[in-house]
């Protein structure tokens, strides 16, 4: 009777826990049951005392309880977590624990099973578990701050403190305005709170300034909290840094719109400010000036000094430029050495707006010709000068394109420098005129040398007895049309276009022919023969290796052939490629002279240091020898230091009797001109005897 009363207490308190439970006898006979464990447990049927536990349960469950009701049997607590439920198509997690249950004498008689499913704890645990992985990697990565209605910062977690470099005690109880770094204008945190207080989400790129006046880039989300009514009642606002983003961005947005070298605009940007000046002059009838710059003789400072001298310079010559320009003119860096400036606003008078540009350009060109020294050194042997040359297009509305306006103003500056550089040119239409004759020019020349069109006239050079002790080769173009055609129309065309090298290597071929022929004659084998070489045939990097071809070629004394340079193709040279080439020629016993001696500003400094073998005057000082005392002071100096230099002087452009007669008393030895013959072929000289009279 006491046992039984003790099943039905037992039985209530099992009926009363909120989980499966029932309790089994030794034979693992059903003795108790809840109304709760056949569900858990999926019961075939409704299970009844007595009945055996294997059939009263799902077969899955008694294979996984049956160690652990062994266990108990004989006396181990024993407890099982998170079981998952494979019978069940939902995925259910269950709970058990099983107690060894006693008779009156302490004997294990049973079992009590309790199971609980905690599918819905499982999955709450779970969650809550990534939510906090979530906010953790959120607080790792993410800017948080929470604000209330009015903007008062709340809560900061520790990225907005080491991004700002502000404590929390330093943001709590204020606004952003603590960080605003004064990049956004009002209307841009207008819209912003528009758009948040009206409950909607706002997202953005934001400029901050931390506590050390640095500024940061955030982009942000800012949520609004609503209430129940729809309200806003707070803000929370999540940030990404972007800093290095943006600075990227504005690092591609500089080089695509300015040059990374001078910091000044580029092509693309200046092209732009052009378009809008066109547009801005169509509607105001103002006109602009569109300026092409050029620095004279650029190549020499990067061949002299190398690149990054060069480099210097380039950025000093900018710097120059915005000083002198003032902000009058937007300036642009093209490319190598080579600006545009464009002068806007200069007015509806054609003539005031010539020239207050022409004011401008006229700075511009001062401030680029002060010398440039090198590094620290302030002594004038290291200072570089360097002038500018400029062509420049006054012009009104927008009748001309981008490209025409361009074109023409290249065209003008290619007339400054052909000019002789160091001016600034206004184009006018006789200059498109000229570059169409020029093109015409070129390409009729580009086939000259195919056609045999070119001859080599020669022009005799005498001693003091009027004897002919050599002559210079200058070419003509036997033009079909045009008859014979003097150097000065094309020489210039040939060396703008590319065409010099190909009459140059023609030249040279032609003079080493004529002296193998005078080899056998014997009022000529004496006779040396010069020719002009260009600078830029000069400075070809193969020039000395074909001039040795053409001494295996031809058999002829090479002492006979005398290469003649201006102090252009010296200047334009590197010193040491200079210096070896004319060791080099010097070796191959090919004679050297200097040309126009007197022209340039470097001549002396040439003669110390090269082993020339002729000086030519230029005709420029025997033209006014007679009449000019400086002149005849200069003649005269130069042939005392050529004497001891041990240099041969000969003197061009003499054209009267009186004028060889001055030189010859001067000590001169050689001469040159009209006097002695005009260029003509070689036929025309029979006798090395030249009249005089």
Not at 236 to 265: M, W
Request: glycine fraction near 8%.
């Amino acid at each position: 009777m006491k046992q039984k009363l003790q099943d039905t207490h037992l039985g209530r308190v099992l009926d009363c826990l909120p989980l499966g439970a029932c309790r089994i006898d030794a034979q693992w006979n059903l003795l108790n049951i809840n109304p709760t464990f056949p569900g858990i447990t999926f019961s075939a049927e409704q299970p009844y005392l007595g009945k055996g536990l294997e059939d009263a349960i799902a077969p899955y469950f008694y294979k996984l309880f049956k160690p652990h009701i062994e266990s108990a049997m004989l006396g181990a607590y024993v407890a099982i977590d998170s079981i998952k439920c494979e019978v069940s198509q939902q995925g259910r997690m269950m709970d058990a624990s099983f107690f060894p249950s006693r008779d009156e004498t302490g004997e294990i008689d049973g079992v009590v099973i309790l199971v609980n499913d905690v599918t819905d704890k499982a999955a709450l645990d779970a969650t809550q578990k990534e939510l906090m992985d979530y906010l953790a990697a959120l607080d790792a990565h993410a800017i948080v701050a929470v604000t209330d209605v009015h903007g008062v910062i709340t809560f900061v977690n520790e990225k907005f403190c080491e991004i700002s470099q502000y404590s929390r005690s330093e943001l709590y109880g204020k606004t952003h305005r603590v960080i605003n770094s004064g990049h956004h204008d009002r209307d841009f945190f207008e819209a912003l709170w528009i758009t948040i207080s009206s409950g909607r989400i706002w997202q953005g790129e934001i400029c901050n300034r931390a506590r050390d006046g640095s500024l940061y880039w955030v982009y942000s989300t800012i949520v609004p909290f609503l209430d129940e009514d729809g309200i806003p009642f707070k803000y929370i606002s999540i940030r990404a840094d972007i800093t290095k983003l943006k600075e990227v961005e504005q690092r591609a947005s500089f080089l695509a719109h300015y040059d990374p070298l001078t910091g000044l605009p580029n092509r693309r940007l200046f092209q732009d400010a052009l378009q809008k000046a066109r547009i801005s002059s169509a509607k105001n009838s103002q006109y602009f000036a569109l300026v092409s710059l050029d620095l004279d003789n650029f190549k020499r400072v990067n061949d002299m000094f190398g690149h990054s001298v060069g480099d210097d310079f380039l950025c000093d010559m900018a710097g120059r430029i915005l000083r002198s320009i003032d902000g009058r003119a937007t300036a642009a860096r093209m490319g190598g050495d080579e600006f545009m400036l464009l002068i806007d606003k200069l007015g509806t008078d054609i003539g005031q707006a010539t020239v207050e540009a022409e004011l401008i350009t006229q700075g511009i060109q001062a401030a680029l010709s002060a010398p440039y020294k090198l590094g620290r050194r302030t002594d004038d042997e290291y200072g570089i000068i360097s002038t500018s040359s400029m062509g420049m297009l006054l012009q009104q509305g927008d009748s001309l394109s981008i490209g025409d306006m361009l074109r023409k103003v290249d065209i003008a500056l290619f007339e400054a420098k052909g000019n002789g550089k160091n001016q600034v040119v206004l184009f006018d239409d006789s200059q498109q005129e000229r570059v169409n004759r020029r093109f015409v020019v070129e390409n009729e020349l580009r086939d000259a040398i195919e056609r045999d069109e070119m001859r080599l006239f020669f022009q005799p050079i005498v001693n003091d007895q009027q004897v002919v002790v050599g002559m210079e080769g200058l070419i003509r173009w036997q033009h079909p049309a045009r008859g014979l055609v003097p150097p000065n129309e094309f020489i210039p065309i040939a060396e703008q276009g590319g065409l010099i090298l190909a009459i140059g290597r023609w030249v040279l071929d032609r003079a080493c022919e004529m002296l193998v022929e005078w080899k056998s004659d014997h009022e000529r084998q004496r006779w040396t023969l010069s020719v002009n070489v260009s600078a830029r045939q000069f400075n070809e990097p193969n020039f000395i290796e074909y001039l040795r071809s053409l001494l295996r070629r031809f058999d002829f004394p090479p002492e006979r052939l005398c290469i003649e340079l201006t102090e252009t193709a010296l200047l334009n040279s590197i010193d040491g490629d200079l210096q070896d080439k004319i060791a080099a020629l010097k070796k191959q016993g090919v004679k050297l002279a200097l040309d126009d001696f007197g022209t340039g500003y470097s001549s002396l400094s040439y003669l110390k240091r090269l082993p020339l073998n002729k000086l030519k005057i230029d005709q420029s000082f025997v033209r006014t020898l007679l009449n000019d005392r400086k002149d005849q002071g200069i003649t005269a100096a130069v042939l005392s230091m050529a004497t001891f230099l041990d240099l041969e002087v000969v003197a061009e452009g003499v054209e009267t009797i009186e004028q060889f007669n001055y030189l010859r008393s001067l000590g001169c030895g050689a001469f040159q001109g009209y006097l002695f013959g005009r260029p003509a072929p070689i036929d025309t000289f029979l006798s090395n005897q030249i009249s005089c009279a």
